[in-house]
Every structure is written in structure tokens, then in C-alpha cells.
């Protein structure tokens, strides 16, 4: 199916919803927001994007992801505190000949670097395997990945995204490929990581327990909350998207935090909504996706899902 063929998606659409939807469109009466936890292929399946009659369901309701109901629960809480850093963003563009290079994204960390004040921007050689090993990654808030990355479903923890990698005479010098086994092993107690990469939502389906692959991993080192992608994203419409995102994120944080959040927070006191900020931003940023004048189409905006707490 072409991009451009819109009647071909709304029909294809309109199948699935009948499947999937119909049956408790009568129990979704007064509900704005909504926690799936898909099976099998359905992990793979944008919800956001479907048609209830002639809108997205993502305009009608927030949507997140669970990746099982038995994951779900060893998933660490977001911990309401300060962190040392509000934001980690990386662009590697130092990618192999075969490969296309990713021109938007030091635009893209650039544009989003902007909404904080506390940051942390790697790019170019800087933004390399060994810099993000070494880093207190603990104590970032936010994690903003823009890379190249590359889907193994045979070896689900062979995955992973492509840093620039470093000339070095120890015999420990890392090869600029961060797979899902390493990072499942590290310490990443971020509230939000961002995987702006192509595929980096695909893994091996295991029935009843979710996608292993890199969003487990990310999880898993103790991620509160993982965006990816289901499919290659595109290098031109994603840094709009993200700086979208962003902008919301901001915003949404804000307008959710309150006295009482302040107060918990300065005492280290953890607390997790099933619905928080990140979910609403995620669901404003797409909405208006939808009404921007060349990537309105879900292609651009329904590959990146929010999974976790």
C-alpha cells in the first residue's frame, strides 16, 4: 500500500477496528485515556492510528502500552525526585558506509536541548559507546537517542543502536554498537528514554510476556518508560515530531505537577500514575501531527508508542 493512498488505509483500518474496537466501543463511554496490553503481533500494531469513523483514536483517547501484565509489575515506579540532569541527548551520525547518514538529527537534539536548561548534548564523535557507558545516566531524567538502530529477532539481545565508536589502545575500547544485553545490565533510573530510531519497538514476540528486544533492555537496566518505534521512521518529519513531543512534555509536566508532587518529590517519596504526563503529551504531539500541513499522515507520527510506567 502507497503512503499517498488514503482510501486503502481507512478501509484496512476499519477491518481491524471492527475486530478489535466494536466489541467494547460500549464499555469505552466516558473513558479519555487507555492502557493496552497487546499479544503476539498485536505488540506491533500502532493503535493510535486506527479509524473510529472518520477520526484517529488517538484523538479521542491517550494511549499506553504495557508489555504484559506480569512485566508490568517488576517495571521500577517513576521515583518523584530531582534529578541531577533533566536531560541526555544523543545524535550519532558517525555511521557505517552502507548506511544512510542521519543529517536531522543534530537538528533534532539541538531543537529539543532547548527546553531545558540542565543538559547534556553528544553529537558527531562525542556521541560514542564509551561516552554513554561512562556517563551517570542515573542521574538524567530524560534519555534521547537519535541513531541508527538495528533489529535482530532471531537474537533478541543482539539488537541494538549504532554510537559513534572511539580509536583507542585499551584493549576494552568499545566498537560503537550498544546491544540490548548491555544495556539491560546498566543503571538507568531515568523517568522517560527516547529510542529515535528506526524499529527499535520490533523484537522476538513472546506470547503472554511482550517484545524482547530493546525496549525490554532499556526497562529492564530500570527505565520507567520507553518511546520506540515500529517501523523506519523518516529523517526529515521525526525531528518535527520530536520537537512537538517536547514542547508538550514540557508543558504537560507542568500542568500535572502539583504543591503535593513538589512536596513528595523533596522528600524522595515515589509515586506512579497509570496516566501521567509523558502519556498526554504523547497523544497532544500526535494531534497535532495530524493537522500539520505534510506530515499529517500516520506514517510520520503512529510508529512512536509509549510503553511502561
Avoid at 41 to 55: N, Q, S, W
Avoid at 279 to 289: C, D, E, G, S, V
Wanted: glycine share 4%; charged share 20%.
Amino acid at each position: 500500500m502507497q503512503i499517498e493512498d488514503r482510501s486503502s488505509l481507512k478501509t484496512l483500518s476499519q477491518d481491524i477496528t471492527a475486530i478489535l474496537i466494536d466489541p467494547v466501543k460500549e464499555h469505552l463511554k466516558g473513558i479519555d485515556h487507555l492502557v493496552i496490553s497487546p499479544d503476539g503481533g498485536l505488540h506491533l500494531l500502532p493503535f493510535e492510528a486506527l479509524l473510529l469513523d472518520d477520526t484517529y483514536l488517538i484523538e479521542r483517547y491517550s494511549v499506553k502500552y504495557v508489555p504484559s501484565m506480569s512485566v508490568y509489575d517488576v517495571i521500577d515506579d517513576p521515583r518523584i525526585r530531582v534529578f541531577d540532569n533533566e536531560l541526555l541527548a544523543m545524535a550519532s551520525t558517525d555511521t557505517p558506509s552502507s548506511l544512510s547518514t542521519l543529517a536531522y538529527a543534530m537538528a533534532e537534539v539541538d531543537s529539543i536541548s532547548t527546553y531545558y536548561s540542565n543538559s547534556t548534548i553528544l553529537k558527531h564523535k562525542q556521541a560514542s559507546e564509551d561516552a554513554f557507558k561512562n556517563l551517570p545516566l542515573s542521574g538524567y531524567r530524560i534519555i534521547h537517542l537519535a541513531a541508527h538502530g538495528r533489529l535482530d529477532e532471531h537474537l533478541p539481545d543482539q539488537s541494538g543502536l549504532m554510537l559513534a565508536a572511539i580509536t583507542s589502545l585499551s584493549p576494552v575500547a568499545e566498537d560503537g554498537y550498544l546491544n540490548a544485553r548491555e544495556i539491560a545490565q546498566m543503571d538507568i533510573n531515568s523517568e522517560l528514554v527516547v529510542l529515535s530510531a528506526c524499529n527499535t519497538g520490533k523484537g522476538r514476540v513472546i506470547h503472554g510476556e511482550g517484545v524482547l528486544g530493546l525496549q525490554r533492555a532499556f526497562l529492564s537496566a530500570g527505565a520507567s518508560s520507553v518511546m520506540v518505534s515500529l517501523w523506519n521512521i523518516f529523517d526529515r518529519s521525526t525531528p518535527v515530531f520530536m520537537d512537538t513531543f517536547y514542547r508538550e512534555l514540557v508543558e504537560a509536566q507542568q500542568e500535572q505537577t502539583t504543591f503535593m508532587d513538589m512536596l513528595k518529590r523533596s522528600i524522595g517519596v515515589s509515586a506512579s500514575d497509570l496516566v501521567d504526563y509523558k502519556t498526554l503529551a504523547l497523544q497532544r504531539a500526535k494531534n497535532k501531527m495530524i493537522k500539520h500541513p505534510y506530515y499529517h499522515h500516520p506514517v510520520h507520527w503512529a510508529p512512536f508508542i509509549l510503553t511502561g510506567k
